[in-house]
Structures are given as C-alpha cells and as structure tokens.
C-alpha cells in the first residue's frame, strides 16, 4: 500500500487513454500517420518532383494548397475524433473512491497498490482484490452486466484473512500484503495469483476479484486492493481493437486510383514518347528561337524529363480530394443515422448510433443478415396471453359485433386491484376469466391451482406485499404471474410446503413430491397435500405428451381443447396443456415407498424413477390449457417481411433450443406452413450430417437439376458460380434448421461447401444450439464463399464475435448489457429499425458514394486529359492549358461543394418510397451503381468532355480574333476560354446528376459558379498584380476575353456538345429500359397530391400445424434441489445466494437463477 | 421530467430528418424533347448567322516565306542579304471595307512550348530592369553578367520582319498610313508593362542592361519614329510577348484607319513592302493578312459551321426521343 514504492514499477496509470495524442504531439504524428497513406505520399512525392526545375511544368503551390488543405480537414477531423474521445473520458473519471485516507481521489489517480472503498452501487473503479466487505465472511455482491451481459448477481468472497480486517482503517493502511498474479489478460473468468502476507502464502482466484466495470450491489461497503489499472484492466483487455473493416466500395475505389495511376504512367509515356519524336523532327529546327540548352538536344533524355513533367500535370486525375470527400460524406451519412428520429427509440430513450463511420454504404449492399435471437427478435418476455379452461377460451375480446378486436397497447387492461399482491405490470384484455374467478368456478380455480402450485419458481418478499419470483425460465415466471394476477398468490416455499395466497386466505399445501421436467418426459408434475387433506396430482407440460395420459372420460373436452391449441399455436404462442388428478392416500403411500426405493437405487436410479413418474401420471383429468407469447420485439415479422422482400437472406443463429427456435421462426414469419419442406438437420456424426444436407439439397435441385448430381464435382464448382441464377428458378420454398452438433460437423472444411449450396438455396436458415464461436464461423463461411456483404445483428456478448466477423456488425442496445453495442460499427434498440438503416439508410449512402465517385471521377478525367489533348499542339512540352491558379483551385474550391452536396443530401427516391419497394435495395446487392464498368463509362464520358472542351475552342481559335482586331488565340485566352467552358460544364453535369436540389445544393451549384468568376476576376485584376507581379500574370485576360461575344458563343457550344449526348441517352435509358427506381420516381412525382395508403405488412395467420411444445427453456433437477431444501439455506438478505452459479452441492449442473439471463447462459453452455 | 427522459432524442429538423424541401426534377418528355427542339433550332439560327457573317468577312493572305509553292520573296529565303527587302503585289477589284487589319501569321511555331513560354520575368517588364532578371529567362539572362533587357526567349525571338504598303497609283506608289497604335491589350500597355523609371530619357533607365542577343537595336530604340512606342511598351513588342495558344497563329501588325483609307482598301494594285528578317523556312511558314472583322470577330468558318452541326444534331435527337417516347407510350398504354 505504499505508494511510493509502488510508483517504481511503472504500472499503467488508471486513465484510459483512448485519445491518441495532446497538443504538443498532434501536428507531428498526425502529420506521420497522414503520410502513410498512400494518396498523401503520393502527392508528397509529386511535390519534391515540382521542386525539381528541370521537370517542373507546374508551380509547387498547384499541389501544396490542396495538400495542405486537404491535411488540414483531415487533421481536424482526427483532433475531434479525439477530442471526442477525451470529453468522454473524464464521465467515468470523476467518479470518485474513497481512499483509505480518506480523500476523495478521482478515479484516473488511482494507482496499482491502492486500497479503495467502494460503497453500495458503485461501479469498480479498477480490477480490484477483495480485502473485506461490511456482509459476513467477506461476501459481496455484483453485477457484472457491463463485461458479460449477465444481469444476474454474482458473489465474491474475501480471503478470510484478510476479510478480518474489516473497515478498520489503520489496519488496512498497514496491510503490506504482495500479490503475485499473472500478467493483464482478457479472461473475465479466470484469474490466478497469490498473496503473500505475514510470511503466509494465500491462493488467489477469479473469486476474490473485482472488476473493472461491476457494480456493487447488496453490500455497504468494501474494501479492495488495486491489482490492475486502466488499460490492463479485464474489461480493457476484452475491448480488443476489431479488426479494420472497410467497404466493398472502397476496396473498388483503391484498385480503380490504382489503375488511374496505371493510365497516368501511360498517359505520361505516350507523351514522353511524343517529346522525343517531336524534339527529333521538329524542335531542333528552333534552335534559334527555342532551345538554348545542350543537354536538351538529346531527344531521348528530353522525352525523359518530359515524362517526369506531364506525371506533374496530370496527377489530378487521381483526385488529391477524394478521400477526404468521401470521409466527409460518410461523416455526414453516419449524422442523418445518428439524426433519424424514426430510430430512437423514446422508451429507452435510445437513438440510433452509428459508431463507425467508415462503412454506410455498405448498409445499401447487404445481402445477408445474421441474427441473434433473444433479445433480438424476441423481448426475451414471456407473457400469459391466453388459456383455454375446461373447453372455453380466455384471452380475445371481442366487440359488441362478436368480432375479434385486434389486442393493442390501447385495449383496457382487466382491472387487478381487488388483489393487493398483483403484479403491477401484467396485462389481461379479457375480462371474463376474471368473472370467473371471481364466481369460484371450480375448473377455473384448479387451473390457477396448477398454475401456481407446479412448478419451481422461488418466490421472495422483500416488502410486505412486494412479491418478486425468481423464475429459471421467463415462460414458468409467466405461468405463475399470471395465476398471482388472478387470485391464486404463490407466496412462499420451503421444501415440504407451498404458501398460496388463495382469493384473499392463506393455505398452505405440503409438497409431497416434484416429478421433474426433462426433455424426454416434457412434462412436469407436483403432488400435494391441499389443505382440506387431499392428496392431488397437478401436472403440466406439452399436450401431444400429457394428452395421451388423460383418462378416457374427457373425450369431449380433449377435442375442444385441442382446437383451441391449435388455434393457439397458429397465433405463434407457446402452448402447454394443464391437468390434474386426485390421489387415492393408500396408492400414493405406496408408491412413495417405491419412489423412495427407486431415489436410493444403485443401478438404473433414472429410468427405475422415469417408470414410476409415468405410473403415476396416468389417466388425468384435462383442465386446460396455456398459451404464452413469447414476444417478439416490435414489427419485428414486418421488418422481416420486408427485408424478405428486398432480397436480403435471414439467418437467425440462436443458442436456444430446436423448438424454440422453430416456434420464433414461425411467428417471425421466416417459416411458414407454405414453405415446401423444412430440412431439420440432426446429425451427430459427420456422415449423417453429410447425408442430411445431400438428402435435402437434392431435394431442392431435384426438378430442376437432376443431370447435374451425376456429374464430377470439378463442375460442381462452375455450377456453384451459377448458383444465384439457380437460386432465382427455383420457385418452392424451402427452409433449413441445423442443429448446433450438427453444424460443428458441417463447419467442417469438407461439408462446409454442401452446408453452403444448401444453405443458399433455402429461404430461411436456424441454426439453433450454435456456439458464439459457431455463429462467427457461420458468418464467416458466407463472408468467404459468397461475395455477399454480411450483417450480423445482435445484442448479448454471445453476438459479440459474430458482430466483429461480419462485414457490418450491428447491436442492440437492448437489457443485455454493452458488450455487443461496444464491438458493433452501429446500434440501436429495436430490431425494426434496422430495416430502416438498410432500406433508407443504407440505400442512400451507397447510391450517394456511387454517385458520387462517378461523378468524381468524370470530373478529374474531364479535367485533366485537355492537358493531354493539347500535349500534341505545345510539342509534347508539358505546358498547362490553364491557368496555374485554377489548377490548385479547381478540386478544392471551385467543384468540390457542389458533389459533395449531393453526396450528402442526394435523394432518389424518398423515404416512404424506400420501404415501400423494398426491390429498389436490389440495386445495391448487385452492385450495378458503381463497378468497373460504370466507373469505364464515368471515365470514357469524361474523356469525351475534355476532348470536346479542348477541340471546339481549338478549332474556334485557331483563326480567330477579337471585334477589335487584335488577337485573342494568345494562351491566356485560350485558357480562360477552356476553363470557363469546364466549370460551366461539370455544374451542369452535376446539376443533372442531381436528383434532389435543397437549398444546399442550389447554394453550392450556384454558389461554385459564382465564386469561380469572382476569383477569376480577382485574380486577372490590377491590383493583385500590382501587388505579386510574378504570380498573377493573367492580368487582364478574364476582362479582354469574356466580354467577346466569340468567346461566349465558344462555351456555350462547348457546353451543349458536352451535355447534349448525356440527356439523350439518359433520356432513352429511362424511357426504353427503365429501372424500378425510374418507375418509382415516376410514380412519387404523379403521386404527390394524393397520398397513396400505407401497404400493410400484417402478420399472416397460420392455421395449421401444431407446434405446441413445452418448449421452455428448462433444465432438468430443480425439483430435486427444492424438495432437498438445499438451496433454501441462505437467510433473508442474500437471497442472491441462490444466483450463485454452479451450486457447489450437486457440483455439475450449472444453475442460473436470474429470470433476465438464465435461459442465455444455459444456451451457452448447453451449446458448447 | 419528460425533457429529461428525451435527452438523446434526435431534433426534429427537416435538416436532420433529411426532409429538406427539395426540388426533384426529371428527365420528362414534355420538358426535354421540346427543349431538344428549342436548342437545335437555336443553334442552327446563331450558326447560321455565324456562317453568313463570316463569309462576308474579307480576308486576303500572302505567303512570303520564299520556299515551296509561293514564290514570294524567295530573293530573300536565304537570308544572306541583311537587311533584305522584297515585295509582294496584290490587287483587289473591289473596296477592300474598313477597317482593315494587317497581320502576320506563322505557322508550325511553338510559342506554346513551356520552356519558350516561361523564359520571360514578369516583374522586370512591369519596369525593373535593376533587380536579377528570374532563372527562367535562362539562357537570355546575362551577357557579360549585365542583365539582357527584357530577358528571355520570347523577347529575345521578337518578330522583327516590317511591311509597309502602298497603293500603286498610275505608277506611282502612294504610302498606305499604318496605325501601330493601340493594337496590344490596354491592359497590357497600361498596367501589365512599364517600362523603368529613371531622371532623364529612357535610354538612362535602360542603363546598365544589355539588348537580346537576337535584337539589332536596343528596347528604348525599337520605334524611333515614336518616342513613346519604346522600351517594353513597345507596342510590336506587347503583341509579340501575349504569346500564342497554338502552333499556328497570327498576330496583328497595323491597323488601316486613316486618311484614304479610312473606309478600306478602294481597288486597285498594291505592294506590299517587306523588310525580311526573321527566319522560319527551317521549320515553318510566314504570312501577311489582311481582313476585316465583325461583331464576331475575324473570319471563322469553324464556330458556324459547328452551331449548324450541333443544332442538327440536336433535331434529329429530339425526333428519335420523341418516336422513342411515343412508341414507349404506346407499349405502355398497351401494356
């Protein structure tokens, strides 16, 4: 604890430098780290060539002026980034810990072997050595949803050696202690390390450590030893740097500077080659007049330096601005997602967030979309919606029509407040159920019976009257919920009784027996002993199970309800049938007898109790039946719908189980009862798995591609290149659901090509049971094979690999903590939104970016190729057409605003009409706005531009003079003339490239022209002649030339020549093959009066096919700990205890108590 | 409370929201084809005009480099006389129409070429003739380490042939007055040059430098009939420094205004006087012109010709677009 002999050894301070740099060492690493680009050095090199007199054809500053500008952007770009990052940080630094001595030290002071107090619901300040704590034997409580996700409650002991210490402070400030542990990791689970005191040695693990980022809970205070600070902290250690992601789009644009660059070398070649065979034939004859230097004589070593000069000139075709734009752009793209209010979410009070801005357009390509599950899809809330009791159903209203009425969150809510231990939150539409409890109708008051009495919640009171249960699966926390709501409170348990709160009295019932659920029996049952003396059987579980054990007597009623399951089931709701049965005392004395012989059996202990439980959950009486909504997220099967329908694949990986995932699958819409099969793939070995996916996959092809399986797999692999047309012909729907064993076989390099085809030839694909690991192997396989940008979405840190490996990973910031939000490039709180991000979003970013590199691109080529044009008529001397100020200028001023306006604010088609045709998304999948050959068309266009912009004033100049008669084919003219006409041209070309004029863009259009004649005007002026006569020798020449009529009639020829062939063909390009977005277009313009409804994306109803399971996710043996009372131990206040992971008693189960995370974590484990 | 739980929310701007009123125009029929239409009857009005006004325009070229197919001067093509003066005759049969404009054209001359263009020191001829003349007048920079007024090639290559003209009037020839006055930029002569500033004459702010070596008379001597037409206002030397955009060009030598001949050349036979100095059989050719010019400037068969072209083009356009959209109609109402 002594500080300064820690100091010695240099541990990272607790400041979490996420800034890069401060304000003496900015301008010299930001200045390092710009010149590794390749563009930047580029321009650097061009700029030592312009220093070069020899070859030097341009002015140094027609390079550094946009250089520098574009430095300057890009610096302060970086220094707010960085700033940002710094006005973050101080948020969770100034929290403050009280030190031992007792000053109030901010958190970045905090330095490795200190010793910190913590207090109730403070978050841990650094990865910390428990010491002591205020609850007994050093315990203490906290939440570590900031690092895993998990919201349960974990606990941490102290040594007991030094959990004597106490709050005893002189004491703990003589703790001299030394800890030996191992170097920073980013294991949240594991920690080793010893403690060395008073010449003892102590083991130190995970379980005595606290970490940066939990929060303590149920503990006044405690007191730690500071073990790692900052950025060696566990929780910095697990936010590994992802890896650089970057856009399609962006790969295409460095291999196309690349091959410009490739142009410019020809380009500079073709020209050098000209300059020899020039200065050999032409220019030697004018020695008299032009040449003065020997070494120039030589037409080789001429051609050579001309070469070095045009390079000079020419270097703007690679555009020195572009990726300074496109940042900008992208910048500006991620804001409008930041901005959007159709993506905050008011509940959470949660706006969208892009949190990298480098990959927008790609939301406008993805084709397909990984997504999680719970918490993604679903609410991960189970809610009791309806129940069907002895052949009636609950849970619809209907109006005074008798027609059902829609549920929605305005329908009036049954009135609960007759019972005072009701659930606040729970809602119940149907008010005749109520009625019925209220009428003690004996069927209704056995079903809540069962409701509340079978099953193995823990119920906890930490109020009178404030009932809080701890459910191991949200369904059974539904179930018994919703019995609370309705009259029937479970109100306490210990391992022999059941306290029911019963309409108003208390009555206890004595457990007699748990017959646990597992997967084989699917059902679970409770005998007990109810007040009045009887001994009763209560049951529940999946009907197709619990049917077959009724008695035979309630035929009629098995009908009924059956149809309502049914109807249930078509509603997407998780059923469970309910049933009970009296028991005779002496039978059941009997078979308790054997059921005790059987529990202490050696040999056969399960089945000897599986044939008894089936033994005695025999012919029952049906109650009923439960139908619980596993909600799903808002318009979550609408988003689906309509993603669907913009051809973007969803493949939902979820840890849950099999049943449960086909149930979601089937309220998600992604199954339906049309789809012509659904490939359920089980597998548990290799071959079956192979077996499997062949069996399907040739079921598919077989209509259509039967020649094809017999032949050699070499053609396989042509054949897997036409895959997507097949992919089109194939009209049946099909749907695949891999299992998590099976897919760990057919991730296999040898199955994951079958995995593959198939996959890609059904509609729909789960993968259930998948590992974190396995969902990033999956996006990984569709990332390498199929040239598809891939988006995973998700919200827990079992998402968070999958997130990082896809192209675009996107969280929901939704209960399960940040760490899915921290590795995603975009988050936001609905899954609906994210049809929003791409349909909207993403579309316009991608077809802004397109535009705009199109644009670009003509723009540079247009600009700089009349230097080549003119190369033959200055005898290849690598003289400039214009002036050298308009050089510098052009890019960054005078045509700069104007794209990147469009870049920004462009919009095809609006808003509504993005989600409304959902094929327009098409464009960008198949990538058809930017690729090679547009950017061939951009380029070609701009090649014809210069050449019309050089030869029509050529030819117009080349006799002409001024009305005056003194001449004006002087070179000064001739280039005002070209670069007037060049402006004029590209604001018109992007005026036609518009296609949605703001106020922004007419400013900037509007704006770039008029500058562009101020400064023209200002630079041909007298007075800054007069001032820097070596630099302005245009004087004049705007005055004497533009005011010509000639010269006038010169640009507008130039103009229409170059914009005529445009219009047409875009014209003819509309009208003879138009695109959807030109039909859409079309529409939005006649359309604008009258608004067109809404199109309805409504949940389509399923009627048949039963999917009714008990699909819980359940695990097997809490009836065992219940009925033992092992887990009742602990008294009132840390009944978190209970939350403890891993009961050290029965030692291998692994056992989550926390209603929020419990079915994730068992998804996890069971997974792996 | 309620403003508080918003806090992250997004402002509700059309800015933001990206619902910028914004107009969305597009390529329709009833606003391209009739705009086709409206351009290419346009431009073929203009280049007609163009066409006709330029046919109007007189133009009368000589070649007097003395090789090849014109005969003219051949006397002097090999430049072993110096100074050597041939003359070239023409006669015109009808009113040559004032004013008329004297020119002398090259032709396959780079004053293009960026070593030739740059080798000229803009602050010296703005009338600083004492500091260094720049390094891109190298080679004409020094002689003898005494600055070369002006500097460079350009000056130092000046045009230096002189015409003078006269109307043969039965037998006798009678001098045609050559207005050299105002034929460069005014804003040439007025602010871009000036010529040094020194007491006394201008030889005296000459002094110290050296002429071009190419020169036979010094920059303060080049018109000694005008006093005031010298040193780097010269205004030959104006003219011959706003170098050319191309190979081929000409360059204004006088004006006809005055006297008789203030209305143009009257017919009859002339000569044309010409002082040969300058060499350019090597590489290219010579000329003189006379012609007049119009709003439009001088003669240009090229700009006419190209607005009839374009807006041809633009009709024929404008009637495939509207079989083309007529057709799509049709199919679409079909459909």
Same mark, same amino acid.
């Given at each position: 604890n002594d500080r300064g002999y820690n100091e010695k050894f240099l541990y990272a301070d607790n400041r979490i430098k996420t800034s890069k740099y401060n304000i003496f060492t900015f301008l010299p690493i930001n200045l390092f780290e710009q010149f590794q680009r390749v563009a930047n050095a580029y321009f650097?090199?061009?700029?030592?060539?312009?220093?070069?007199?020899?070859?030097?054809s341009l002015s140094w500053f027609t390079t550094i002026v946009p250089l520098v500008l574009v430095l300057t952007i890009t610096a302060v770009k970086d220094a707010t980034d960085d700033y940002v990052s710094i006005a973050e940080g101080p948020v969770s630094g100034h929290l403050a810990s009280p030190v031992l001595s007792l000053q109030n030290e901010k958190w970045m002071n905090v330095r490795v072997g200190d010793i910190i107090k913590l207090e109730n619901n403070q978050f841990v300040a650094a990865d910390l050595l428990l010491l002591s704590s205020s609850e007994p034997y050093g315990l203490c409580y906290i939440e570590t949803a900031e690092l895993d996700g998990e919201t349960n409650l974990k606990v941490r002991q102290a040594l007991s050696v030094t959990s004597e210490l106490g709050a005893d402070i002189s004491k703990l400030a003589d703790f001299d202690g030394e800890v030996v542990c191992e170097p920073p990791n980013n294991k949240l689970d594991r920690f080793v390390g010893t403690l060395t005191w008073k010449n003892n040695k102590y083991p130190l693990d995970n379980e005595k450590l606290l970490l940066r980022g939990c929060v303590m809970r149920n503990t006044e205070w405690c007191f730690g030893l500071v073990v790692f600070t900052g950025p060696q902290t566990k929780l910095m250690q697990n936010c590994g740097r992802t890896a650089f992601k970057r856009t399609s789009i962006e790969r295409l644009m460095n291999t196309l500077v690349l091959w410009i660059f490739g142009f410019l070398l020809c380009m500079g070649v073709i020209l050098a080659i000209g300059n020899s065979i020039w200065e050999e034939k032409v220019g030697g004859k004018f020695r008299v007049y032009l040449l003065w230097d020997e070494v120039l004589n030589d037409a080789i070593f001429s051609g050579f330096l001309t070469f070095w000069s045009?390079?000079?000139?020419?270097? &703007?075709?690679?555009?020195?601005?572009?990726?300074?734009?496109?940042?900008?752009?992208?910048?500006?793209?991620?804001?409008?997602?930041?901005?959007?209010?159709?993506?905050?979410?008011?509940?959470?009070?949660?706006?969208?967030?892009?949190?990298?801005?480098?990959?927008?357009?790609?939301?406008?390509?993805?084709?397909?979309?990984f997504s999680d599950k719970t918490g993604t899809l679903t609410q991960n809330i189970m809610v009791f919606n309806k129940c069907s009791i002895n052949g009636r159903t609950y849970g619809d209203i209907y109006d005074e029509f008798g027609h059902k009425v829609e549920i929605t969150e305005k329908s009036p809510s049954v009135d609960f407040s007759f019972n005072p231990l009701r659930d606040k939150k729970f809602r119940f539409h149907d008010h005749s159920l109520v009625e019925a409890v209220k009428l003690g109708d004996p069927a209704v008051e056995e079903f809540f019976r069962v409701l509340a009495l079978c099953h193995t919640v823990m119920p906890e009171e930490k109020n009178e009257g404030e009932l809080v249960y701890q459910a191991q699966s949200p369904d059974e926390g539904a179930l018994v919920t919703a019995a609370?709501?309705?009259?029937?409170?479970?109100?306490?348990?210990?391992?022999?009784?059941?306290?029911?709160?019963?309409?108003?009295?208390?009555?206890?019932?004595?457990?007699?027996?748990?017959?646990?659920?597992?997967?084989?029996?699917?059902?679970?049952?409770?005998?007990?002993?109810?007040?009045?003396?009887?001994?009763?059987?209560?049951?529940?579980?999946?009907?197709?199970?619990?049917?077959?054990?009724?008695?035979?007597?309630?035929?009629?009623?098995?009908?009924?309800?059956?149809?309502?399951?049914?109807?249930?089931?078509?509603?997407?709701?998780?059923?469970?049938?309910?049933?009970?049965?009296?028991?005779?005392?002496?039978? *059941? %004395?009997?078979?308790?007898?054997? $059921?005790?012989?059987?529990?202490?059996?050696?040999?056969?202990?399960?089945? !000897?109790?599986?044939?008894?439980?089936?033994?005695?959950?025999?012919?029952?009486?049906?109650?009923? %039946?439960?139908?619980?909504?596993?909600?799903?997220?808002?318009?979550?099967?609408?988003?689906?719908?309509?993603?669907?329908?913009?051809?973007?694949?969803?493949?939902?990986?979820?840890?849950?189980?099999?049943? &449960?995932?086909?149930?979601?699958?089937?309220?998600?819409?992604?199954?339906?009862?049309?789809?012509?099969?659904?490939?359920?793939?089980?597998?548990?070995?290799?071959?079956?798995?192979?077996?499997?996916?062949?069996?399907?996959?040739?079921?598919? $092809?077989?209509?259509?591609?039967?020649?094809?399986?017999?032949?050699?797999?070499?053609?396989?692999?042509?054949?897997?290149?036409?895959?997507?047309? *097949?992919?089109?012909?194939?009209?049946?729907?099909?749907?695949?659901?891999?299992?998590?064993?099976?897919?760990?076989?057919?991730?296999?390099?040898?199955?994951?090509?079958?995995?593959?085809?198939?996959? !890609?030839? !059904?509609?729909?694909?789960?993968?259930?049971?998948? &590992?974190?690991?396995?969902?990033?192997?999956?996006?990984?396989?569709?990332k390498r094979h199929k040239r598809a940008v891939t988006l995973a979405i998700g919200d827990g840190a079992n998402d968070v690999s999958m997130i990082k490996t896809a192209h675009i990973g996107v969280g929901i910031s939704g209960q399960e903590g940040m760490q899915a939000v921290l590795a995603s490039d975009y988050s936001f709180a609905q899954f609906r939104y994210l049809q929003r991000l791409l349909l909207v979003h993403g579309r316009w970013s991608y077809l802004r970016m397109c535009r705009f590199l199109c644009y670009f691109f003509y723009k540079n080529f247009a600009f700089t190729l009349v230097h080549f044009w003119f190369g033959f008529f200055c005898g290849f001397s690598a003289q400039t057409v214009y002036d050298q100020w308009f050089i510098t200028l052009f890019n960054i001023v005078y045509t700069s605003l104007p794209v990147l306006a469009m870049g920004l604010f462009d919009q095809d088609v609006n808003e509504q009409n993005s989600l409304r045709h959902p094929k327009l998304y098409e464009l960008g999948q198949l990538n058809v706005l930017f690729n090679k050959r547009q950017f061939f068309m951009c380029t070609l266009h701009g090649i014809y531009t210069s050449f019309v912009l050089f030869f029509i004033p050529y030819g117009a100049f080349s006799s002409n003079v001024r009305d005056d008669g003194s001449h004006i084919a002087d070179q000064q003219s001739f280039a005002v003339t070209i670069a007037?006409?060049?402006?004029?041209?590209?604001?018109?070309?992007?005026?036609?490239? &518009?296609?949605?004029?703001?106020?922004?863009?007419?400013?900037?259009?509007?704006?770039?022209?008029?500058?562009? *004649?101020?400064?023209?005007?200002?630079? /041909?002026?007298?007075?800054? *002649?007069?001032?820097?006569?070596?630099?302005?020798?245009? $004087?004049?020449?705007?005055?004497?030339?533009?005011?010509?009529?000639?010269?006038?009639?010169?640009?507008?020829?130039?103009?229409?020549? !170059?914009?005529?062939?445009?219009?047409?063909?875009?014209?003819?390009?509309?009208?003879?093959?138009?695109?959807?977005?030109?039909?859409?277009?079309?529409?939005?313009?006649?359309?604008?009066?009258?608004?067109?409804?809404?199109?309805?994306?409504?949940?389509?109803?399923?009627?048949?096919?039963?999917?009714?399971?008990?699909?819980?996710? /359940?695990?097997?043996?809490?009836?065992?700990?219940?009925?033992?009372?092992?887990?009742?131990?602990?008294?009132?206040?840390?009944?978190?205890?209970?939350?403890?992971?891993?009961?050290? %008693?029965?030692?291998?189960?692994?056992?989550?108590?926390?209603?929020?995370?419990?079915?994730?974590e068992s998804e996890n484990t069971q997974g792996q | 409370m309620k403003s508080q739980q918003a806090a992250n929310r997004p402002d509700n701007t059309a800015f933001t929201q990206q619902r910028l009123p914004a107009w969305q125009p597009m390529l329709s029929a009833h606003f391209v084809i009739p705009g086709?239409?409206?351009?290419?009857?346009?431009?073929?009005?203009?280049?007609?005009?163009?066409?006709?006004?330029?046919?109007?325009?007189?133009?009368?070229?000589?070649?007097?480099?003395?090789?090849?197919?014109?005969?003219?001067?051949?006397?002097?093509?090999?430049?072993?006389?110096?100074?050597?003066?041939?003359?070239?005759?023409?006669?015109?049969?009808?009113?040559?129409?004032?004013?008329?404009?004297?020119?002398?054209?090259?032709?396959?001359?780079?004053?293009?070429? =960026?070593?030739?263009?740059?080798?000229?020191?803009?602050?010296?001829?703005?009338?600083?003739?004492?500091?260094?003349?720049?390094?891109?007048?190298?080679?004409?920079?020094?002689?003898?380490?005494?600055?070369?007024?002006?500097?460079?090639?350009?000056?130092?290559?000046?045009?230096?042939?002189?015409?003078?003209?006269?109307?043969?009037?039965?037998?006798?020839?009678?001098?045609?007055?050559?207005?050299?006055?105002?034929?460069?930029?005014?804003?040439?002569?007025?602010?871009?040059?000036?010529?040094?500033?020194?007491?006394?004459?201008?030889?005296?702010?000459?002094?110290?430098?050296?002429?071009?070596?190419?020169?036979?008379?010094?920059?303060?001597?080049?018109?000694?009939?005008?006093?005031?037409?010298?040193?780097?206002?010269?205004?030959?030397?104006?003219?011959?420094?706003?170098?050319?955009?191309?190979?081929?060009?000409?360059?204004?030598? =006088? =004006?006809?205004?005055?006297?008789?001949?203030?209305?143009?050349?009257?017919?009859g036979d002339y000569v044309l006087q010409i002082e040969y100095n300058y060499a350019v059989k090597d590489f290219g050719r010579?000329?003189?012109?006379?012609?007049?010019?119009?709003?439009?400037?001088?003669?240009?068969?090229?700009?006419?010709?190209?607005?009839?072209?374009?807006?041809?083009?633009?009709?024929?356009?404008?009637?495939?677009?509207?079989?083309?959209?007529?057709?799509?109609k049709f199919a679409d109402e079909n459909a």
């Open positions: 650097l090199f061009l700029l030592i060539l312009q220093l070069i007199p020899q070859i030097s045009y390079i000079i000139i020419l270097n &703007t075709v690679v555009p020195i601005s572009l990726y300074v734009s496109v940042e900008v752009i992208r910048l500006g793209h991620s804001y409008f997602i930041n901005w959007d209010r159709r993506m905050y979410y008011r509940r959470r009070d949660m706006a969208a967030e892009a949190r990298t801005t480098t990959l927008n357009e790609e939301l406008g390509q993805v084709e397909y979309i609370r709501n309705f009259g029937f409170v479970f109100r306490a348990r210990t391992p022999e009784t059941i306290t029911l709160y019963e309409m108003g009295k208390h009555s206890t019932y004595q457990l007699l027996a748990i017959l646990d659920f597992n997967n084989i029996r699917k059902r679970m049952s409770v005998i007990v002993r109810n007040p009045k003396g009887q001994i009763k059987l209560y049951s529940k579980g999946a009907d197709t199970i619990l049917f077959d054990r009724l008695a035979p007597s309630t035929e009629d009623l098995i009908y009924t309800t059956s149809e309502h399951l049914n109807e249930f089931a078509g509603e997407g709701l998780r059923t469970l049938a309910l049933a009970y049965k009296d028991l005779e005392e002496d039978v *059941f %004395a009997e078979w308790m007898v054997r $059921l005790h012989e059987a529990s202490i059996a050696l040999e056969n202990r399960e089945e !000897c109790l599986a044939l008894l439980y089936e033994e005695i959950e025999q012919d029952m009486t049906l109650l009923g %039946a439960t139908a619980i909504e596993d909600k799903l997220q808002e318009g979550v099967a609408e988003t689906i719908a309509c993603l669907t329908l913009a051809s973007i694949k969803i493949w939902v990986l979820t840890g849950d189980k099999l049943e &449960t995932a086909m149930n979601i699958g089937y309220s998600c819409n992604m199954l339906r009862d049309e789809m012509s099969d659904v490939f359920v793939i089980t597998g548990h070995t290799a071959l079956e798995v192979q077996q499997q996916l062949r069996t399907a996959k040739e079921k598919i $092809l077989g209509p259509t591609r039967e020649i094809v399986n017999g032949e050699k797999d070499a053609e396989k692999m042509d054949l897997y290149r036409n895959d997507s047309v *097949f992919e089109e012909t194939i009209t049946s729907e099909y749907a695949l659901i891999i299992n998590g064993h099976s897919l760990a076989h057919a991730l296999e390099a040898d199955l994951e090509r079958l995995l593959l085809d198939t996959a !890609c030839l !059904c509609k729909t694909v789960v993968c259930c049971r998948v &590992t974190p690991l396995q969902k990033a192997q999956v996006v990984d396989l569709v007037t006409s060049l402006v004029i041209v590209v604001s018109v070309q992007i005026g036609l490239d &518009t296609n949605y004029w703001t106020a922004v863009n007419h400013f900037y259009v509007w704006g770039s022209l008029t500058i562009y *004649f101020c400064i023209l005007f200002a630079m /041909h002026s007298n007075g800054i *002649f007069t001032i820097f006569p070596s630099h302005f020798p245009f $004087l004049g020449t705007a005055r004497n030339t533009l005011t010509q009529t000639g010269v006038w009639l010169v640009i507008l020829l130039t103009t229409t020549v !170059c914009v005529m062939p445009v219009l047409v063909v875009r014209f003819l390009r509309t009208d003879l093959y138009p695109t959807m977005t030109d039909k859409v277009r079309h529409t939005q313009q006649a359309s604008r009066r009258q608004r067109p409804q809404e199109q309805n994306l409504k949940r389509v109803r399923r009627t048949s096919s039963r999917r009714s399971a008990y699909a819980f996710s /359940h695990q097997e043996g809490y009836g065992e700990l219940i009925t033992s009372g092992r887990n009742m131990k602990v008294a009132v206040p840390v009944f978190s205890l209970l939350r403890k992971r891993g009961d050290p %008693a029965t030692g291998t189960t692994v056992v989550a108590w926390s209603s929020g995370s419990g079915t994730r | 086709f239409l409206l351009i290419g009857m346009a431009f073929i009005g203009i280049g007609v005009a163009l066409y006709i006004t330029s046919q109007n325009i007189q133009v009368l070229e000589k070649d007097y480099t003395g090789t090849g197919q014109y005969t003219a001067c051949s006397e002097c093509a090999d430049m072993q006389t110096i100074p050597c003066i041939c003359n070239v005759t023409f006669s015109l049969t009808t009113l040559f129409t004032g004013p008329v404009f004297l020119y002398y054209g090259l032709s396959n001359y780079y004053q293009n070429y =960026r070593k030739y263009q740059v080798s000229r020191d803009d602050v010296q001829l703005w009338g600083d003739v004492t500091k260094s003349p720049g390094d891109a007048c190298a080679p004409y920079q020094y002689i003898d380490n005494k600055p070369i007024a002006p500097c460079g090639s350009i000056a130092n290559s000046m045009f230096n042939d002189t015409f003078s003209l006269y109307q043969i009037i039965n037998g006798t020839m009678k001098l045609v007055p050559l207005d050299g006055k105002g034929i460069a930029w005014w804003t040439d002569y007025n602010i871009k040059f000036r010529n040094p500033s020194a007491q006394g004459s201008l030889q005296d702010a000459f002094n110290g430098t050296m002429k071009p070596v190419n020169w036979s008379k010094p920059a303060y001597e080049l018109n000694p009939s005008d006093m005031n037409d010298n040193g780097f206002l010269n205004q030959d030397f104006l003219v011959w420094m706003r170098t050319a955009a191309l190979p081929d060009f000409q360059k204004l030598y =006088r =004006r006809i205004t005055s006297g008789d001949y203030a209305l143009g050349l009257p017919p010579k000329k003189v012109v006379f012609s007049n010019v119009t709003w439009m400037g001088g003669k240009n068969e090229f700009l006419g010709v190209a607005y009839i072209v374009v807006g041809s083009l633009c009709l024929v356009m404008s009637v495939v677009m509207l079989v083309v959209y007529a057709k799509y």
